[in-house]
């Protein structure tokens, strides 16, 4: 439905996303995930026609979008990352044009406006003035814009953004309900929305792919051990043996900084105590003990760092020891 | 309902909610009024001293003495007035972040700018219209030939048309509103200027494409009660190219 082959996007020395490719296959939901700044909005804008890539080719349901990009227009929900509001509109003329401007007839117009009120539960602002709502309304009112022709393409960026935790339930509800009928792509920073809602994940980072991998098996490699960090005055030699006989203990690694180690224990083991009173035990001095959560960035820094060209290799179907795979 | 009228309803409704249309609407008819007011005052003294010089009662040609004055007034007023009407049509959509839902709608660019540009057009004409009450009353009290005031009106019609497309043309390159409308100032009153440099230039070649490019002339005859060709050529011309530039600077917008 989706087919991006090594998109590049610059702004003058600057660049934004660079061989890019990925591809979705219809009624599939994806994420991209990435920090602020990753190119996820840069790589949506480019699928929506707003802007053109530098090179490469996008597809979307087989129209190109730099060739057909009205075609493309007609089957795309775009959400962007500021909500398109009119502030001086009430929710019902704000959506009225959207679908006028969609090429809506009458009768299409009031069904789906029906639909996005009673999916979005908006029903009860209807006539309200958009600049009179709060940021969740208006959020779901963006989201009402995009499904409003009901597209069979959507492209949501970051659409739980400013809305409470009860609403981003009910709009995770949403996509996945969307999924099967609708594909989907959504961009997250947020980890465990990716694992709700998403079929794949596409992580980004400084504009590259660095891993495609279902959720499942990302949060897997991701959780695959607790991992501390212990940092000891006098280590002997074999510290990282010795360590390595906790129970519990899976892996040592020593770090480049002189008696520091990253422990990976067991799934679901907090084994601090037993590290703490080992090497105090054994008089060898204990300067730190931490846990290392991780996170995010983490796994960013772990992906782009040790695998190199990880986003050559980041082909829509992974096998299963796939790039994420450090 | 095609997308260009879908863009005009939402363009006038998002102008008559905003107090823009109508503080500008109220100043312009204001000041259309009391420069007619002058005028008519004016006449009147020139009928009194006419009088006493002649002593017999004089032919008063409002033609001369009331409209043409008022036009050429109002024109400029006009080209201070319109830009603000303009200025947040293009600036406004890119600020608030509306432009991508525009530009990723199935619409091309000429229709939201022509729609834009209807629309905001439609407001004006509006306005104009309002000002035809100072020649309907005249018209009561005394008598003139009408044929002039409809082409000076026509005249005001049409270089309202290529200020309002010049005024589309410079919100389109700024998300600044009030930048826009200085823009629009600006360049106005560099074309307003060329007509002048066209008359010390005089009748060299130069001299008279710097005339022809100046909205000046085409006006001035049409205030006289001539229609010419050439003129309306000049006005189409302009408004196009106006609208075409817009088209392309919003495309270009996509590209950064």
């Known amino acids: ?326 | 309902m095609t997308p260009v009228r879908a863009i005009v309803a939402k363009e006038l409704r998002s102008a008559f909610v905003s107090p823009i249309v109508y503080v500008v609407g109220a100043v312009f008819l204001l000041i259309f009024g009391i420069l007619s007011y002058l005028a008519v005052i004016n006449a009147g003294a020139q009928a009194i001293r006419v009088m006493q010089l002649q002593g017999g009662a004089a032919q008063l040609n409002l033609n001369d003495l009331v409209f043409r004055p008022t036009f050429y007034s109002t024109a400029i007023i006009l080209l201070l007035v319109l830009p603000i009407l303009t200025m947040r049509l293009f600036a406004e959509e890119r600020k608030l972040r509306t432009f991508e839902l525009l530009l990723t709608s199935p619409v091309g660019i000429n229709e939201i700018v022509v729609g834009k540009f209807l629309a905001i057009y439609g407001i004006f004409l509006g306005l104009l219209a309002l000002t035809g009450i100072v020649p309907l009353i005249l018209s009561f009290y005394s008598s003139f030939d009408w044929n002039p005031v409809m082409t000076g009106y026509l005249g005001l019609a049409l270089i309202g048309a290529l200020f309002l497309a010049t005024g589309v043309v410079a919100s389109a390159l700024t998300e600044n509103q009030i930048v826009a409308a200085f823009l629009s100032f600006g360049f106005l009153i560099l074309f307003w200027l060329l007509g002048a440099l066209g008359t010390i230039l005089g009748d060299t070649a130069l001299g008279q494409v710097i005339s022809y490019l100046s909205f000046i002339e085409h006006f001035d005859r049409m205030v006289r009660g001539l229609i010419d060709t050439k003129d309306l050529v000049y006005y189409f011309t302009g408004l196009v190219f106006m609208l075409f530039l817009a088209h392309r600077v919003v495309e270009s917008q996509r590209w950064q």
């Not at chain 1, 290392?292 to 796994?299: A, F, G, Y």
């Open chain 1, 1 to 326: 439905m989706i087919e991006v082959q090594d998109i590049t996007k610059r702004y003058g020395d600057h660049t934004a996303i660079e061989r890019v490719t990925f591809s979705v296959e219809k009624g599939e939901v994806l994420a991209f995930l990435g920090p602020n700044g990753a190119g996820k909005t840069t790589t949506m804008r480019i699928l929506t026609c707003f802007m053109p890539a530098t090179e490469g080719t996008a597809r979307v349901a087989g129209f190109d979008c730099f060739e057909q990009p009205q075609e493309v227009k007609r089957r795309i929900g775009y959400l962007p990352e500021t909500p398109p509001v009119y502030q001086e509109l009430t929710v019902t003329e704000y959506l009225t044009f959207v679908g006028r401007i969609k090429g809506m007839g009458k009768k299409d117009l009031h069904e789906g406006m029906e639909r996005v009120f009673e999916r979005l539960s908006l029903g009860e602002v209807r006539d309200r003035l958009i600049a009179n709502l709060s940021r969740g309304y208006r959020q779901r009112v963006g989201l009402a814009q995009a499904l409003i022709h009901d597209p069979p393409v959507l492209i949501l960026d970051e659409p739980t953004v400013g809305l409470d935790p009860k609403q981003i339930i009910e709009i995770r509800e949403l996509i996945k309900s969307l999924a099967g009928s609708h594909t989907v792509i959504l961009s997250t920073h947020i980890l465990p929305e990716a694992t709700a809602v998403c079929q794949r994940v596409v992580i980004i980072n400084e504009g590259r792919i660095v891993a495609v991998d279902t959720p499942d098996r990302l949060s897997a490699r991701l959780r695959r051990s607790e991992k501390i960090s212990v940092t000891v005055r006098t280590p002997p030699p074999d510290l990282g043996e010795r360590l390595r006989t906790l129970p519990g203990v899976t892996h040592v690694l020593e770090q480049a900084d002189a008696g520091a180690f990253l422990l990976e224990c067991e799934l679901g083991r907090d084994l601090r105590d037993e590290v703490a009173r080992f090497v105090v035990n054994s008089g060898w001095g204990l300067l730190e003990l931490k846990m290392i959560s991780m996170t995010l960035e983490d796994v960013f820094l772990r992906l782009t760092q040790d695998e190199e060209g990880v986003s050559a290799a980041a082909a829509p179907e992974p096998t299963a020891g796939g790039p994420v795979n450090a």
